[in-house]
């Protein structure tokens, strides 16, 4: 009489299959958070980078116009909200300190997103 060995078949269970699934997916898992993660990175960084931008652009236009026509403003857009505070006679008799803020998500002073510059501007 012969016997039969069942021990050496061909294929893969049930068993590794779903195993192998399981790795699969954690593995997946594991990029797809790390993706978002990088994502969400770059959008901080593309709003600050226009912030600091439209800053820094509200800087220079203090600098072009007239002494005397330098004052406080502020501008709302969909996205950013900038306010421009100048104050007279700081820190010494004619200057002026003008600091620009520049607030996102969202737009409002709140926000805890936030660029900031400060300057002084002397009378010539």
């Known amino acids: 009489m012969q016997k039969r060995s069942i021990a050496h078949s061909d294929g893969v269970t049930l068993i590794e299959n779903i195993l192998a699934i399981a790795i699969i997916a954690i593995g997946l898992f594991s990029v797809m958070s790390v993706v978002t993660i990088v994502i969400k990175g770059n ?6 980078t226009t912030a600091t931008t439209m800053a820094q652009d509200k800087m220079e236009y203090f600098k072009t116009i007239d002494y005397s026509d330098v004052s406080g403003t502020s ?5 950013y909200y900038l306010v421009a505070v100048v104050q007279n006679n700081t820190p010494g ?3 002026k300190t003008i600091t620009v803020n520049v ?3 969202p737009a409002t ?6 660029v900031e510059l400060q300057t002084i501007l002397a009378e010539e």
């Open 109 to 114: 002073a709140t926000s805890s997103h936030k």
């Open 75 to 79: 501008t709302v857009t969909t996205d």
């Open 93 to 95: 008799a004619s200057t």
């Open 43 to 48: 959008t901080h960084s593309k709003r600050a």
């Open 103 to 105: 607030y996102w998500n």
